[in-house]
């Protein structure tokens, strides 16, 4: 089925719609006759043509749910034209940052000469909120919106998060940005009652945390470690789980649940006697884990977890063959039924490996060592437990994230007990009279977040900018899977093989670091506002920029790029500044970088004329600069015209006229992708 989602997500097509609606139908209703006529047909000497019908059954049925999931292919998808009025809901909960309020909103319908379309498709909506009086919305609302909805835009920098594929990921392809005196909002609330009763109870749930715990920081914790909420984590704190390997007790998953699920299972073993019993335990445990969903706003990861979970007790319950394997397949089956692109979600990847990982791994990882004391045994389970999550997790999480945690085999023993209390404090104190315990459970969470940060400081606590590209991921990943299966195994080829896989990957990080010591590029970055440009030679950068390294547009545009070409010395200077570093001058607004020579036009040279003679590569026009480039001298000659996002649209418009006049070509580094020169070539 997954084949088929990937296939189809990549290629999608209407005109094959109907088609795998018939192939879907005529194999299913071929697999039922043959089951259903089993012993006439002898049917088990089709064993293998069953199979074939049975894998092309799930591969159409996922290609169908691909497509059918794909809001772009309907005919009344919104973004098919252009409508001034859009009506939509709310769709999930609004995150703000300073005075903008950033939600997903559902399209219901679109007025179009005084009428009223019907519509679908989700949309991305960044609203700039009245600072006097600011509108409040809440999931559900609905809304009356003037919009000029835009495609998402791609990443325009080498190795920037691709923002787009992201909002792909979730149905989401369009954006707008509007001020809120573009919307009316409605008395009406149309949202999921569900989603809205679950978002209502978290948000009185957090208020009273609030009111409870004293400390903001122990504040955020709590609320986004039991209650999913987005709390305003510390920079500080959010670093030290990560380093820490463990940023997964902050995401309400698989974990949490579990924990609940052993502490009842635990306190309700009496129920285990008769059958009866067993179903009503089962009944009472499912309905109070999905309490707790409920209380965090029926997130998705709570919402995994407890599709998980409530599975494996059925099956605990109900089965007598009970096959760990096939249950996590029928969970992640039942997930990507109802929503085939959480495959490209990175939680349900690592939720579903890492449980594989539980599954499998652990338990030949504890018959490693065997030990008599009681208490050394479980300290060696949790060991067991953490080794087998990281190693499982560890090349996906290189691939997505760039770093690998050092001590994380300290951070998991250390957090597994404080985790355990926290959970069962945390929710104990949203009941009335035990909330008394507030003061222990706030002076727990702030212990823990210390010593995580004391080991996170540990000198060489983290690998970062660790970068792998996909072949290595899967080299790495399929190393890795021989090796585990080698030695559960005993079996000495498949262990040979998975080295020399091993080595193979090794050869390719060699080769690529090898390239990387030998290059020389410049890198004009795409920016909204500023400028940056890296000078590269080998693992050394000179960065012309007018950004902070703490800025967050260098954070997110620049340094990713960086990192991935290995760059380990970055020095930052601005136009300002004249320079002279190795083969790098910078000086009278001439820029030289082994032979490549720019010729720097900006505000200084407003209404001059300059005497000037040469060869230049490029000439670099920045900060809206009012020179009449039609009075540059003769005897300057240039190939190209780099334009940096300094300067407004108008002048950008000027500068790409002259360029096509000049037939020179224009790299406008504004919405467009960035300006790579490679001089090592």
Same mark, same amino acid.
């Given at each position: 089925?997954?084949?088929?989602?990937?296939?189809?997500?990549?290629?999608?097509?209407?005109?094959?719609?109907?088609?795998?609606?018939?192939?879907?139908?005529?194999?299913?209703?071929?697999?039922?006759a043959?089951?259903?006529?089993?012993?006439?047909?002898?049917?088990?000497?089709?064993?293998?043509?069953?199979?074939?019908?049975?894998f092309?059954?799930?591969?159409?049925?996922?290609?169908?749910?691909c497509?059918?999931?794909?809001?772009?292919?309907n005919?009344?998808y919104?973004?098919?034209?252009? +409508?001034?009025y859009?009506?939509?809901?709310?769709?999930?909960?609004?995150?703000?940052?300073?005075d903008?309020?950033?939600?997903?909103?559902?399209?219901?319908?679109? +007025?179009?000469?005084?009428?009223?379309?019907?519509?679908?498709?989700?949309?991305?909506?960044?609203?700039?909120?009245?600072?006097i009086?600011?509108?409040?919305?809440? /999931?559900?609302?609905?809304?009356?919106?003037?919009?000029?909805?835009?495609?998402?835009e791609?990443?325009?920098?080498?190795?920037?998060?691709d923002?787009?594929?992201?909002?792909?990921?979730?149905n989401?392809?369009?954006?707008?940005?509007?001020?809120?005196?573009?919307?009316?909002? #409605?008395?009406?609330?149309?949202?999921?009652?569900?989603?809205?009763?679950?978002?209502?109870?978290?948000?009185?749930?957090?208020?009273?945390?609030?009111?409870?715990?004293?400390?903001?920081?122990?504040?955020?914790?709590?609320?986004?470690?039991?209650?999913?909420?987005?709390?305003?984590?510390?920079?500080?704190?959010?670093?030290?789980?990560?380093?820490?390997?463990?940023?997964?007790?902050?995401?309400?998953?698989?974990?949490?649940?579990?924990?609940?699920f052993?502490?009842?299972?635990f306190?309700?073993?009496?129920?285990?006697?008769?059958?009866?019993?067993?179903?009503?335990?089962?009944?009472?445990?499912c309905s109070?884990?999905? #309490?707790?969903?409920?209380?965090?706003?029926?997130?998705?990861?709570?919402?995994?977890?407890?599709?998980?979970?409530?599975?494996?007790?059925?099956?605990?319950?109900?089965?007598?063959?009970?096959?760990? /394997?096939?249950?996590?397949?029928?969970?992640?089956?039942?997930?990507?039924?109802?929503?085939?692109?959480?495959?490209w979600?990175?939680?349900?990847?690592?939720?579903?490996?890492?449980?594989?990982?539980?599954?499998?791994?652990?338990?030949?990882? +504890?018959?490693?060592?065997?030990?008599?004391n009681?208490?050394l045994?479980?300290?060696?389970?949790?060991?067991?437990? &953490?080794?087998?999550?990281?190693?499982?997790?560890?090349?996906?999480?290189?691939? /997505?994230?760039?770093q690998?945690?050092?001590?994380?085999?300290?951070?998991?023993?250390?957090?597994?007990?404080?985790?355990?209390?926290?959970m069962?404090?945390?929710?104990?104190?949203?009941?009335?009279?035990?909330?008394?315990?507030?003061?222990?459970?706030e002076?727990?969470?702030i212990?823990?977040?210390?010593v995580?940060?004391?080991?996170?400081?540990?000198?060489?606590?983290?690998?970062?900018?660790?970068?792998?590209?996909?072949?290595?991921?899967?080299?790495?990943?399929?190393?890795?899977?021989?090796?585990? +299966?080698?030695?559960?195994?005993?079996?000495?080829?498949?262990?040979?093989?998975s080295?020399s896989?091993?080595?193979?990957?090794?050869?390719?990080?060699?080769?690529?670091?090898?390239?990387?010591?030998?290059?020389?590029?410049?890198?004009?970055?795409?920016?909204?506002?500023? /400028?940056?440009?890296?000078?590269?030679?080998?693992?050394?950068?000179?960065?012309?920029?007018?950004?902070?390294?703490?800025?967050?547009?260098?954070?997110?545009?620049?340094?990713p790029?960086l990192?991935?070409?290995?760059?380990?010395?970055?020095?930052f200077?601005?136009?300002?500044?004249? #320079?002279v570093?190795?083969t790098?001058?910078?000086?009278n607004?001439?820029?030289?970088?082994?032979?490549?020579?720019?010729?720097?036009?900006?505000?200084?040279?407003?209404?001059?004329?300059?005497?000037?003679?040469?060869?230049?590569?490029?000439?670099?026009?920045?900060?809206?600069?009012?020179?009449?480039?039609?009075?540059?001298?003769?005897?300057v000659?240039?190939?190209?015209?780099?334009?940096?996002?300094?300067?407004?649209?108008?002048?950008?418009?000027?500068?790409?006229?002259?360029?096509?006049?000049?037939?020179?070509?224009?790299?406008?580094?504004?919405?467009?992708?960035?300006?790579?020169?490679?001089? &090592?070539?």
């Amino acid at each position: 089925m997954t084949i088929g989602i990937l296939v189809f997500y990549f290629f999608p097509n209407t005109a094959c719609l109907l088609l795998l609606k018939i192939v879907t139908l005529i194999i299913l209703v071929i697999i039922l006759a043959i089951n259903l006529t089993y012993k006439k047909l002898n049917a088990h000497r089709l064993k293998g043509i069953t199979g074939i019908l049975i894998f092309a059954f799930f591969f159409v049925f996922g290609s169908l749910l691909c497509l059918l999931n794909n809001e772009t292919l309907n005919e009344h998808y919104f973004a098919k034209k252009s +409508y001034p009025y859009l009506k939509v809901w709310v769709n999930d909960e609004p995150e703000q940052t300073n005075d903008i309020l950033r939600f997903k909103a559902r399209v219901v319908s679109g +007025y179009e000469n005084r009428e009223q379309v019907k519509l679908n498709g989700q949309l991305l909506v960044a609203l700039k909120l009245d600072s006097i009086n600011p509108v409040r919305l809440k /999931y559900g609302d609905e809304l009356i919106i003037s919009a000029k909805y835009l495609e998402v835009e791609p990443p325009y920098n080498p190795a920037e998060f691709d923002f787009k594929s992201w909002l792909a990921g979730q149905n989401i392809y369009e954006q707008t940005f509007i001020n809120q005196n573009h919307l009316l909002k #409605t008395q009406r609330n149309i949202g999921n009652p569900i989603i809205k009763f679950a978002l209502d109870l978290r948000e009185k749930q957090v208020a009273k945390y609030r009111k409870l715990i004293k400390n903001d920081e122990a504040f955020a914790v709590a609320s986004t470690l039991i209650l999913g909420y987005r709390a305003d984590l510390s920079k500080d704190t959010l670093a030290a789980y990560s380093k820490t390997g463990t940023i997964h007790a902050l995401s309400v998953s698989g974990s949490h649940v579990a924990i609940i699920f052993l502490v009842l299972d635990f306190f309700l073993i009496f129920l285990n006697k008769k059958r009866a019993l067993r179903i009503f335990k089962f009944v009472l445990i499912c309905s109070l884990i999905w #309490t707790y969903a409920l209380i965090t706003g029926l997130s998705p990861s709570v919402v995994r977890s407890a599709i998980m979970i409530t599975i494996f007790i059925a099956s605990k319950t109900f089965a007598r063959n009970k096959n760990s /394997y096939n249950i996590l397949a029928f969970a992640a089956f039942c997930q990507l039924v109802y929503n085939p692109f959480l495959i490209w979600d990175v939680g349900f990847q690592l939720s579903y490996i890492s449980v594989f990982g539980l599954i499998y791994l652990q338990p030949k990882i +504890y018959k490693w060592v065997y030990i008599k004391n009681k208490w050394l045994d479980r300290i060696w389970q949790l060991i067991a437990l &953490s080794l087998s999550a990281q190693l499982v997790t560890f090349p996906l999480c290189i691939y /997505y994230f760039h770093q690998f945690p050092v001590y994380f085999l300290l951070g998991n023993l250390f957090i597994s007990i404080p985790l355990f209390i926290i959970m069962i404090l945390g929710i104990a104190i949203l009941i009335p009279f035990i909330d008394r315990l507030a003061p222990i459970f706030e002076w727990i969470i702030i212990t823990t977040n210390t010593v995580l940060k004391w080991i996170a400081d540990l000198p060489y606590s983290t690998f970062s900018a660790v970068w792998i590209n996909l072949p290595e991921l899967l080299l790495l990943c399929l190393a890795l899977g021989l090796f585990v +299966y080698s030695l559960s195994r005993f079996n000495k080829k498949i262990l040979f093989t998975s080295l020399s896989v091993f080595i193979a990957y090794q050869s390719m990080v060699f080769y690529y670091d090898y390239i990387a010591g030998k290059q020389k590029k410049i890198i004009f970055f795409s920016l909204r506002k500023n /400028y940056s440009t890296a000078f590269i030679d080998a693992h050394n950068a000179i960065l012309v920029t007018d950004l902070e390294p703490e800025n967050k547009n260098y954070q997110f545009f620049v340094k990713p790029a960086l990192d991935e070409m290995q760059i380990r010395n970055i020095r930052f200077i601005n136009l300002k500044q004249d #320079t002279v570093l190795g083969t790098f001058i910078k000086r009278n607004r001439q820029v030289i970088f082994d032979q490549y020579k720019i010729l720097l036009i900006d505000e200084s040279l407003n209404y001059k004329n300059i005497k000037l003679s040469g060869e230049f590569s490029s000439l670099w026009l920045h900060n809206n600069t009012r020179y009449k480039l039609n009075n540059l001298p003769k005897e300057v000659h240039y190939k190209s015209i780099i334009i940096d996002a300094s300067n407004k649209d108008y002048k950008i418009e000027e500068f790409k006229v002259f360029a096509e006049n000049m037939k020179k070509g224009a790299n406008i580094l504004k919405k467009n992708k960035a300006y790579l020169i490679d001089l &090592s070539q």
